[in-house]
């Protein structure tokens, strides 16, 4: 699953990257939660909860099927 999170975040970075943000895996729960830190521009942008959710969310939950929800934690 490690493999698949990690895939997963190396798809999403350049992304980010492009916009002056990052990415930062913080856990991923046992009932499937993963929870994220957005990073330099991505962290104070008000399109940053619309990011998560058509961005990462859909990657991660596309690339890890164990994955079943993502979260973004300060």
Do not use: W, Y
Request: net charge neutral; glycine share 8%.
């Amino acid at each position: 699953m490690q493999k698949e999170l990690d895939a997963a975040l190396a798809v999403i970075r350049p992304v980010l990257q492009r916009d002056g943000g990052n990415i930062e895996l913080v856990e991923f729960s046992g009932d499937g939660v993963v929870r994220v830190r957005l990073q330099g521009h991505c962290k104070g942008c008000p399109h940053s909860q619309e990011t998560l959710r058509s961005i990462v969310e859909r990657t991660i939950l596309k690339m890890v099927p164990e994955a079943r929800r993502v979260e973004a934690v300060e």
